[in-house]
C-alpha cells in the first residue's frame, strides 16, 4: 500500500481475507494492491470531467491535448483558466464539457472549492455533499475522488457499474439486486471498502 493512505495493505488484505473467504481468494488471484492517488486534487476532478461518457482512448487523447495547450504543459486552475474557448474547441471538449471545467475552475480560484480543506474533513459524505455543487460532478465522482484523490478507504460506490458487475459475478447476486444490497454485501469489508472494491474492478480484467 503506498505510503500515503493512512493503513497498510497488510491490515487490509487480512481484515478482508478474515471476514470474507471470497475476497480472500480474489487476493490471492490478483496478488498485489496497486491503488494509488492519481495526481492533485483539481486534475484528479478535470480528469473525469473529460472522461465521461466517452471510451477510455478518446479520453486520453482529450487529456493529452489539453496538457500540451497549457502554459508550461501544468494542469491547474489558473493555467485552465487561461484556456479560450477556441482553445477548448481545438482540444476536443464539446461545450457541455467546457461549461463544467469552468465552473470547477472558478469555484476552485475563488476559494469556494478548498482542496486543503476538503483534504482535512474526515466526513466522507460531507465531502461528496460539497463536490457534487459543481457542475457536472455527481455522486459517482465525489466517491471516485474520494478513492483516488484523497486515498480514503472506505468508499463503495453502489452505482458503479463495474463494481456491480463483479460483485453479481463472485457473490451470485440477482439482477434484481438493488443498491441497497449490494451496499449490505459491502459492510463486511469495512473499513476498508475501498480495497475491496480494487480488487472487484480488478477481477473484472482476469
Request: a positive charge.
Amino acid at each position: 500500500m503506498p505510503k500515503h493512505l493512512p493503513a497498510t495493505l497488510l491490515e487490509a488484505c487480512a481484515h478482508l481475507s478474515n471476514v470474507d473467504p471470497v475476497m480472500g481468494q480474489l487476493i490471492r488471484e490478483v496478488g498485489d494492491c496497486q491503488l494509488h492517488l492519481q495526481g492533485a486534487r483539481y486534475s484528479v476532478l478535470v480528469r473525469s470531467i473529460i472522461s465521461q461518457q466517452i471510451s477510455v482512448q478518446a479520453a486520453k487523447t482529450i487529456r493529452k491535448r489539453l496538457q500540451r495547450s497549457l502554459s508550461n504543459r501544468h494542469l491547474s486552475p489558473r493555467t485552465v483558466a487561461a484556456l479560450s474557448d477556441t482553445d477548448f474547441k481545438t482540444i476536443g471538449l464539446s461545450r457541455q464539457k467546457r461549461g463544467y471545467l469552468r465552473h470547477l475552475t472558478e469555484l476552485t480560484l475563488n476559494g469556494t472549492l478548498n482542496f486543503r480543506s476538503i483534504a482535512r474533513n474526515p466526513n466522507d459524505e460531507s465531502i461528496i455533499s460539497a463536490l457534487v455543487e459543481v457542475n457536472g460532478i455527481g455522486k459517482w465522482t465525489a466517491q471516485m475522488f474520494l478513492v483516488f484523490g484523497l486515498g480514503r478507504l472506505d468508499v463503495f460506490a453502489s452505482g458503479d457499474l463495474g463494481l456491480r458487475k463483479a460483485v453479481a459475478t463472485h457473490y451470485n447476486l440477482p439482477t434484481s439486486a438493488t443498491s441497497q444490497d449490494y451496499e449490505a454485501l459491502a459492510l463486511q469489508w469495512s473499513p476498508f471498502r475501498s480495497i475491496a472494491s480494487w480488487y472487484l474492478w480488478r477481477s473484472l480484467e482476469m
